[in-house]
């Protein structure tokens, strides 16, 4: 747990670099043991993210980087130790309902995961996109853009259908696409550096206004907004299962979600705490349900789980549907050890509020050298590529551009993640319907898909109907006055 807290703080390592580094250490180990080993790591990972994310808008993981949006926000006024005990707390529970829903699904898992084909994964896609596009209420054209701009950079590389190159300006480095991580980390940990440096003075400028009266508020923070919690733990449970979409989806639709059920949508990004309780509850629950593919089919999820396949493998142990029947002790000694390294994570950051508060008094001659050469050593560590450090740099400075210009950072990462995904999968779908269009009206999940994505659409206009009535009644109320 300590091992993945240290890797999910530090921008670039990250659980799956963890897990390599202690795949040698497991050599002597029996199965049961090294698979306790992996889900300590793998546990305590989240909450290290979120704590750099909070406080330095320098996001350890990538999918912690939709914690950034309201918690380094909440950090600047004074609030860090709320949003971190926030953090905590939804992390523990988001874990624990991650848990519980695993358990429940798994005697189902093979027949849940064989739901999802090319067709529901790119409607879901789509849906992803269309929250966060109908989530942007008042810049709307600049959330467009932003996103335009996300799926131009997603469509960078080389395509599996056409077997060309695309955009790649000759670079062979751009053969394997724009890669996430990098850009994640410039577009929030550089370009925030960069701003408080051009800001001046510290993250926090108030002393009194750091210090925190009980570590306890986050956590009762997390109770008054269980719904949120249930809603961001279910989301991350559900996406988590889909082989192949990841824990960055999952956050940012979280995020995204609880941004279209608030009745203040317009405080989002400026300090809201349901948009740290969203994405940290998800980011959890979904540990425990990227188990599903991993364990029944042998399908990673992301980098750490195909790290962690390695260490399957490694002690004797198939993926596979006979998976799920000759290992269970060892698959539910997993589940648990994963739950309690979040649980115990969690508290450790309680623990910890108060010293961690303090970092946002460093004056940012001193932090912004800090935080920038951290970055981008992590961003150099992934897979020790000098151009890894230039792409951060790239968008470090494209972050600054959109903070100073105020366009959403968040439509471009969701673009940017899930346009590949979308345009792999839509292809893939007309070569099964022989180029026809229907056949998402022939698959029920795509059929609850597409009502969704109506629902969706429609909802903003709704709401802005109901709200000039509800205008024009309060006005002819006052007249009648």
Same mark, same amino acid.
């Not at 993250?203 to 008054?224: A, H, W, Y």
């Not at 590949?420 to 999968?425: D, L």
């Given at each position: 747990?300590?091992?993945? !807290?240290?890797?999910?703080?530090?921008? +670039? %390592?990250?659980?799956? &670099? =963890? @897990? $390599? !580094?202690?795949?040698?250490?497991?050599? +002597? %180990?029996?199965?049961? &043991? =090294? @698979? $306790? !080993?992996?889900?300590?790591?793998?546990? +305590?990972?989240?909450?290290?993210?979120?704590?750099?994310?909070?406080?330095?808008?320098?996001? +350890?993981?990538?999918?912690?980087?939709?914690?950034?949006?309201?918690?380094?926000?909440?950090?600047?006024?004074?609030?860090?130790?709320?949003?971190?005990?926030?953090?905590?707390?939804?992390?523990?529970?988001?874990?624990?309902i991650g848990t519980i829903?695993?358990?429940?699904?798994?005697?189902?898992?093979?027949?849940?995961?064989?739901?999802?084909?090319?067709?529901?994964?790119?409607?879901?896609?789509?849906?992803?996109?269309?929250?966060?596009?109908?989530?942007?209420?008042?810049?709307?054209?600049?959330?467009?853009?932003?996103?335009?701009?996300?799926?131009?950079?997603?469509?960078?590389?080389?395509?599996?259908?056409?077997?060309?190159?695309?955009?790649?300006?000759?670079?062979?480095?751009?053969?394997?696409?724009?890669r996430v991580v990098p850009a994640l980390i410039g577009l929030f940990?550089?370009?925030?550096?960069?701003?408080?440096?051009?800001?001046?003075?510290?993250?926090?400028?108030?002393?009194?206004?750091?210090?925190?009266?009980?570590?306890?508020?986050?956590?009762?923070?997390?109770?008054?907004?269980w719904r949120t919690v249930v809603r961001g733990s279910l989301i991350g449970t559900v996406v988590g299962a889909i082989p192949g979409v990841g824990g960055t989806v999952a956050s940012f639709l979280s995020y995204s979600m609880a941004m279209q059920a608030s009745k203040d949508p317009d405080s989002f990004g400026k300090g809201n705490i349901d948009g740290v309780i969203a994405p940290e509850a998800a980011i959890n629950a979904k540990d425990c349900s990227c188990l599903i593919p991993t364990l029944a089919f042998g399908i990673p999820s992301g980098a750490e789980m195909a790290v962690f396949l390695g260490i399957l493998i490694l002690h004797g142990l198939q993926p596979g549907p006979l998976m799920l029947i000759d290992h269970q002790v060892e698959i539910y000694g997993l589940i648990w050890a994963l739950t309690a390294s979040c649980v115990l994570a969690s508290f450790v950051g309680l623990l910890f509020v108060r010293p961690l508060a303090m970092l946002t008094l460093l004056d940012s001659q001193i932090l912004v050298p800090i935080v920038t050469a951290v970055a981008l050593v992590g961003s150099y560590a992934i897979d020790r590529s000098i151009e890894n450090v230039l792409l951060t740099a790239f968008f470090g400075i494209l972050g600054y551009a959109m903070i100073r210009f105020e366009y959403p950072r968040l439509s471009m990462v969701v673009?940017?993640?899930?346009?590949?995904?979308?345009?792999?999968?839509?292809?893939?779908?007309?070569?099964?319907?022989?180029?026809?269009?229907?056949?998402?009206?022939?698959?029920?999940v795509c059929r609850v898909l597409i009502v969704l994505l109506i629902v969706l659409l429609v909802s903003p206009w709704l709401r802005g109907f109901a709200g000039n009535r509800r205008a024009r009644i309060l006005a002819t109320q006052g007249s009648s006055r």
């Open positions: 747990m300590f091992v993945g !807290l240290f890797f999910g703080a530090i921008p +670039g %390592l990250g659980g799956a &670099t =963890a @897990l $390599a !580094l202690l795949i040698p250490l497991t050599y +002597g %180990l029996d199965a049961f &043991t =090294a @698979l $306790a !080993l992996a889900g300590g790591v793998m546990g +305590g990972v989240p909450m290290g993210g979120s704590i750099t994310a909070i406080l330095l808008n320098a996001p +350890g993981t990538a999918p912690s980087a939709a914690t950034c949006l309201d918690g380094h926000p909440m950090a600047r006024q004074g609030k860090a130790g709320l949003a971190i005990g926030a953090a905590a707390s939804a992390n523990a529970i988001g874990g624990i829903s695993v358990l429940a699904i798994l005697p189902i898992a093979k027949e849940l995961v064989l739901l999802f084909g090319p067709p529901e994964l790119f409607l879901l896609a789509v849906v992803g996109l269309v929250v966060v596009a109908t989530a942007s209420r008042g810049r709307m054209l600049r959330s467009l853009i932003a996103g335009g701009l996300g799926l131009m950079m997603s469509f960078v590389g080389y395509n599996d259908l056409t077997a060309v190159q695309r955009f790649t300006l000759g670079i062979p480095y751009l053969w394997d696409g724009v940990a550089v370009a925030e550096m960069i701003n408080l440096s051009v800001r001046g003075g510290a993250i926090c400028d108030d002393p009194k206004t750091v210090q925190i009266n009980s570590m306890m508020n986050g956590l009762l923070e997390t109770f008054r907004h673009a940017l993640v899930l346009g590949s995904t979308a345009e792999r999968n839509f292809h893939q779908t007309m070569m099964m319907g022989d180029g026809n269009p229907f056949i998402f009206f022939n698959r029920t």
